[in-house]
RNA sequence: UCCUGAGUAGCUCAAUGGCAGAGCAUUCGGCUGUUAACCGAAGGGUUGUAGGUUCGAGUCCUACCUCAGGAGCCA
């Protein structure tokens, strides 16, 4: 065996170009099937899976004993002939001529995950190797092509980027569990569950602002929605109002969709997405918008027809089921805004129409994906705000920089933030938000 | 935190209270067009842990551990 050095490195991803040309692939044995004196094997490369054929007559004797006994996932370099055939489901296949093995595994110490179905736990312990397989890898580019559409949509109308600290001295909802840590002995630090507070003083510094990192909860929450780490995007913007950010996050959205769709239609395949679900979503037409009281009435109209469950308590906050039916009735994301002020953060302005409101809107996705996306208009009055900290029980001191915000040249301003992996399992049409982030962190999972 | 469910071979799962099983993976053998290939053979077990009931427990009872799904809360 002898590396061909004059054969052009390729991808996989992009073998079409080479058809009757001799390559040199480097990856890893993904599967083999034999036939006697004929070889299968299957090579995968991080851009795609190709079969490769090894007739025994055609190659040399070495080349052939090496790749029978290969074992899956050992790493090589493989050197052949890019050849169409109607019966590979790529359209190509490899006419094997040569392979160096990079490392191979040994008989004893078998590639721990199959082909074959998985339980989840176990998956989950091997998750350093399950985001190997095709579904795993796809689910992870289109991720990171949402992130960079994300990114792009505010970069291309002049947001400037501006990262908060991870590190905060308090809560900023003052109400979600924190995860708590010692600081230098004297002081506690958290780690932080929303940028919001910090990126409106770098709004009111430089007029549309957005971040985009790590946040962190520590609620022991249990679902297909939750992680106790996860990505957030958050843009704010001053002088916006609620109309104004819902425009926002209706042309962010349609933006990411765009991306998607342009760039991973044979991800979204392989992963199972319905696509047509998505052209729906880019569609002429805007999302709906739905006022909470508007969504509370279809709710009744709902039970009363007996599609849901339980009847909605009007003044309460809905729940997932309700979530769900009401995203169901529409092929778009639907937006509901003003809720009840009491059901939610103290920094939301009242809706001067029914100071009773907040002026705030929940993006909820199709497909009873559940909210992807939270925002709202901020009370820019100092007197206000300050009440509210107070009736909220917040301590003071530690919001002074938040009301100097309102002190010091306040104006109306708007956000919202979108949580990354939501947004990915709807896009991808997953069954649970651990599949989109390569090392999920969840309630009972900090491993690997 | 509450409710529900599941822990048996490396993996996925069977097994009326009565001999611990299969498929896949691994090893060996067969097959020149296989697509999670197929055919034959071999090796592989402290049935999550600790007690209890019983002539006899993977199976029934108690406690605990681990994981999963849901509720609440949230993005």
Redesign the pocket.
């Known amino acids: 065996m002898s590396t061909n050095t004059t054969a052009p490195l390729a991808t996989i991803a992009s073998l079409s170009a080479y058809e009757g040309q001799v390559v040199t692939l480097r990856g890893w044995l993904y ?8 070889l ?1 094997p ?1 090579f995968r490369d991080g851009s795609g899976t190709i ?1 490769g ?1 090894v ?4 190659v040399p004797e070495d080349v052939f004993e090496t790749l029978k ?1 290969l ?2 996932e050992s790493s090589l370099v493989v050197t052949g002939l890019v ?1 169409a ?1 109607s ?3 790529s359209g190509f ?1 490899l ?1 094997v001529h040569d392979v160096t093995i990079t490392q191979r595994i040994p ?2 110490t ?3 995950i ?12 091997h998750r350093h190797l399950w985001i190997r397989t095709p579904r795993q890898s796809a689910i992870l580019r289109v991720r990171a092509t949402i992130m960079r559409a994300a990114a792009e949509y505010f970069d291309t109308h002049d947001f400037t980027r501006t990262d908060p600290p991870i590190l905060t001295p308090n809560a900023c ?1 003052g ?3 924190l995860f708590e840590m010692d600081y230098f002995g004297d002081d506690k630090a958290y780690l932080t ?2 940028g919001q507070l910090y990126i409106e003083a770098t709004a009111l510094a430089l007029g549309k602002v957005y971040s985009f990192g790590p ?1 962190f ?1 520590a ?10 780490e ?1 990505w ?1 995007i958050e843009p704010e913007v001053t002088y916006l109002d609620l109309d104004g950010l819902m425009d926002l996050a209706e042309g962010f959205l349609t933006h990411i969709v765009t991306r998607v769709l342009e760039s991973h239609r044979n991800e979204l395949k392989v992963i199972g997405k319905d696509i047509s679900k998505l052209e729906a979503i880019i569609a002429p037409g805007h999302f709906p918008r739905l006022s909470y009281d508007e969504a509370h009435q279809m709710l009744l109209d709902a039970h009363a027809k007996g599609l849901i469950e339980h009847p909605h308590t009007y003044g ?2 809905f ?6 039916y009401i995203s169901n009735q529409f092929d778009k994301p639907v937006m509901v805004h003003r809720y009840p002020a009491a ?3 103290f920094y939301m302005q009242p809706d001067p129409n029914d100071p009773t409101k907040a002026l705030c809107v ?2 909820l996705a199709p497909e009873g994906y ?5 925002g709202s208009q901020r009370v820019d009055s100092y007197d206000l705000l300050k009440s509210r900290i107070e009736a909220h029980n917040l301590p003071m001191d530690a919001f002074q920089w938040y009301l100097d915000l309102r002190k010091y040249g306040s104006v109306p301003h708007s956000g ?7 947004c990915v399992a709807w896009i991808c049409g997953l ?4 599949e989109t982030i390569p090392f999920a962190r ?4 900090i491993y690997p």
């Not at 599967?31 to 004929?38: A, C």
């Not at 007739?55 to 055609?58: H, I, L, Q, R, S």
């Not at 609620?219 to 106790?228: A, V």
């Not at 919202?416 to 939501?422: K, L, V, Y």
């Open positions: 599967n083999l099937r034999s036939s006697g004196k004929l299968f299957t079969q054929i007739p025994k007559a055609a006994s074992t899956l050849r055939d019966r590979a489901p296949e006419d008989d004893d078998p590639y721990p199959q082909l074959k179905e998985a339980g989840v736990d176990f998956l989950m312990e909802e109400t979600s569990e569950q929303s946040t909860r609620e022991k929450s249990k679902t297909r929605r939750h992680l106790t996860f957030m309460d906050d729940g997932s089921p309700d979530e769900t059901v939610k953060a929940d993006v559940g909210e992807i996306i939270g919202f933030g979108m949580g990354i992996e939501r069954e649970h938000v651990r969840t309630l009972n999972r």
